[in-house]
């Protein structure tokens, strides 16, 4: 692979410590490798945000600081969310990924969902809003219904995963969703992706992002060997 193709991957990575064992050290690992391979974003659970900041300045790092709305359930209720995104304001992030509420999807609860969405991306205003679907409780039926209204209720970017649950991001997934939101948003896969040659098979499909833990460090050797 060039030098301009991996340069070109590494941007589109997200580094995520947003796992309920996520350490102090694992934010600041990902901060220091997301500075040196000009990675987009790291993203760390809020109580990780101001040092993560700091990290940032101790890396010299240019990555956007990025955080979490309603993880990992969504089940929150909306004023909830709204407050969580306010205070996410304050902490300084540049970038909101937010959990859309399974449970209301799973009841047919569609309007509700898409009003969560809105009160947060109303909050944030300005500041990209990325909705996560968590695919593996969603049938092709409601991971459809879902993007749309995500896409419908003002996110810029449709999501798979947490990767809090079993499985995440698949190449049909994310086909799926990409297909439904066509040029309205654009794609982040999350949860299961873990090798080259995945993330090559995703971005044929559209995917111009993707959420990645400690499997970053394999991708890394896979694109430096």
Not at 42 to 70: K, M, N, Q, W, Y
Not at 106 to 133: C, F, H, Q, W
Request: glycine content about 10%.
């Amino acid at each position: 692979m060039s030098e301009q193709n991996r340069t070109s991957l590494f941007s589109m990575l997200d580094l995520s410590a947003v796992q309920a064992n996520s350490t102090r050290d694992q934010v600041r690992r990902f901060a220091e490798t997301a500075s040196r391979y000009n990675c987009k974003a790291v993203f760390a659970l809020s109580c990780f945000l101001p040092t993560l900041h700091d990290f940032r300045r101790e890396f010299d790092g240019s990555f956007l600081i990025g955080g979490t709305v309603g993880f990992p359930s969504g089940g929150m209720t909306m004023e909830m969310k709204v407050r969580e995104a306010e205070c996410l304001l304050k902490l300084g992030v540049d970038e909101v990924d937010m959990m859309i509420n399974v449970g209301y999807l799973l009841s047919g609860m569609y309007e509700e969902a898409g009003e969560d969405i809105r009160a947060v991306k109303k909050t944030v205003g300005n500041i990209p809003l990325k909705v996560i679907l968590e695919c593996h409780y969603l049938d092709d039926a409601l991971i459809r219904r879902a993007s749309e209204t995500a896409v419908q209720a003002g996110a810029q970017w449709v999501k798979t995963g947490t990767g809090w649950t079993p499985t995440g991001a698949t190449l049909e997934n994310v086909a799926l969703i990409k297909e439904t939101v066509g040029d309205r948003a654009k794609v982040k896969a999350a949860g299961g992706v873990r090798d080259l040659e995945t993330l090559q098979k995703m971005i044929a499909l559209g995917v111009e992002r993707f959420g990645l833990g400690n499997a970053v460090y394999s991708i890394i050797k896979e694109l430096e060997a």
